[in-house]
């Protein structure tokens, strides 16, 4: 005779529902496309290529290479703002929300060392250059109209360019990004890419007007410059900062993983690293 028993097949789990999927997906903390750090590595490869000819032109005390450096970090910095708010303006513009974030995912890291580094190696040039021509003087109001041009620019790029730049970067991380946030962040960046744009050209022609009066021996002033490269560092630190901190409070909630925080780390030092390099100009003078 056979023994009735229970039966030891194993029973199959319920299959999971779309609201049980979607909670797991909610507590899993989020991550960067795999992408996203090769981007980053290669931006900041490329931004250490302005600041690193600017002490090299200064160490050489070479007029030209100066010169050089000053026009062309500037011409790309005008270059791709322009281009951001003629061309890539249009481009988002005519693409869905989701279309702008595929955009943003890659834009983003992309541009995150290279436009400070191409703004702050400008601004340094342009004060060097202006002293070796001998026509840095606070009494000229060519040079106190280029300090003002400079300043809302300095104030547009590390207030608002590079904030927004770095809420999009934590936001496309988390789980469940918040698209709609992104596109629009990206909207407000493109736009004062325009207005930047602007500015930069204007002070083009405020340059133009300086060099035609050079001259006289150079009056190197290194004070000023040193609290240039210090104020744009203590701006940048500030806010780079305020927005991390917002950052290590979704890590801690589990909205972010530890890649996310390693990469925000290496932004960190990354920008610190453009601002000695800079800093390094005072000392190959």
Do not use: C
Not at 168 to 194: H, M, Q, S, T, V
């Amino acid at each position: 005779m056979h023994k009735k028993g229970v039966s030891h097949t194993p029973i199959s789990p319920l299959p999971a529902t779309e609201s049980d999927r979607q909670k797991g997906e909610a507590t899993a903390p989020g991550s960067f496309p795999a992408y996203t750090l090769k981007l980053l590595l290669q931006g900041f490869l490329l931004g250490l290529i302005p600041p690193l000819v600017l002490v090299t032109a200064i160490a050489l005390k070479n007029l030209t290479l100066l010169t050089y450096t000053h026009v062309m970090s500037a011409v790309l910095w005008t270059g791709f703002d322009i281009f951001m708010a003629i061309v890539m303006g249009r481009i988002l513009g005519s693409l869905d929300i989701a279309g702008r974030v595929e955009v943003a995912k890659r834009l983003t890291p992309s541009t995150f060392f290279i436009m400070p580094s191409l703004a702050a190696t400008t601004i340094t040039a342009g004060i060097y250059l202006a002293q070796f021509l001998g026509v840095f003087s606070f009494a000229d109001y060519l040079i106190v109209a280029a300090l003002v041009i400079v300043g809302i620019l300095t104030a547009q790029g590390f207030g608002i360019f590079m904030p927004n730049s770095m809420r999009i970067f934590i936001e496309l991380a988390k789980p469940n990004p918040d698209r709609a946030r992104i596109a629009k962040l990206n909207g407000i960046n493109i736009r004062l890419a325009g207005v930047q744009g602007a500015f930069q050209v204007g002070i083009i022609f405020v340059m133009v007007n300086i060099a035609n009066l050079a001259s006289g021996p150079p009056r190197l002033n290194l004070p000023i410059i040193f609290y240039s490269l210090l104020a744009f560092a203590a701006l940048f630190l500030g806010i780079y900062l305020s927005i991390y901190r917002n950052a290590f409070a979704s890590y801690k909630k589990g909205e972010l993983d530890k890649k996310v925080m390693g990469t925000l780390n290496f932004g960190l030092y990354g920008h610190i690293a453009i601002f000695i390099i800079l800093g390094l100009t005072l000392i190959a003078i």
